[in-house]
């Protein structure tokens, strides 16, 4: 297996699937990450970056995990019983003296769901039921903070985790069939969540590569539309990836604003209430 690898998603729907077959896992809100275990460890975003410097002090926990495993999960901060998305976006945009602060005062968890290697072997081919059999067995002698998601197939305990877990920051429910591989064409996993938010394609920004103001995104209707400013946060998660992204050019959006033209390859999560109206909050850079 190659790095970096490409991760499996999961398309939004509106019900969880009921049937024999199904699996459900709770949906954290935090940061995917995959983790390299080789000779050293590294943590891979969802979008092929290296974000082993930001999730340092999960790095050196995976280093107990055995050799030639890859894991993928969410890493996530817990602070007074719930998830803090905040302290996630804020730890993954840190650098230096800050960084370091923030690693020490909000240590992270990771919340593994898959198994795509152990031991050299590669599973992503295998079922469902397999993988999540060969994760619990990697991480038994394990501990906090590198942990396995809960699972069932039981639909009456998904309902109940769905209706439960929203108060410590769990999203949703992702659903997964026993038998499906780990494929990265298409999207062969469900997911429900509380608030709906969808993936948008960044076309271009506002503002310079170093200081954007705002991203322009191209929404799942085709529509271009600017989004609201960036949060600091946000902004300083998306400027290294603006900078040297190759000769500017200006375009429109629909409603006719004005930005700097930027080539494909960048997603971001945007709140998906108030697309209609082409009034985008990005959530987070994929």
Sequence with gaps: MEYPVE??????????????????EPKLDGDRGILWRRDTVRIQTRSGRDATEQWIDIATAAMDLPADTVLDGEL???????IDFGAVRSRASARGRRLTDLIHRHPASYAAFDCLMVAGRDLRARPYTERRAALLKVLEPLGPPLQAVPATDDIDVARVWFDALTSQGVEGLVAKRASSPYRTTGRVWDKVRHSETVDADVVGYT????????????????????TQTLTTALAAQTAPLLTGAGPPGRARTTAGDSYVTLPAGLVVEVAAGTTRHAVVTVTRVR
Aim: aromatic share 8%.
């Design 76 to 82: 996530v901060i817990w602070r007074e019983g719930r």
């Design 207 to 226: 503002g310079t590569p170093a200081r954007p103001k705002q991203l322009a995104v191209r929404l799942p209707d085709g529509r271009i539309a600017l």
């Design 7 to 24: 991760v499996a998603l999961a398309r939004q729907v509106p019900a969880l699937p009921e049937g024999a077959g199904w699996w459900y």
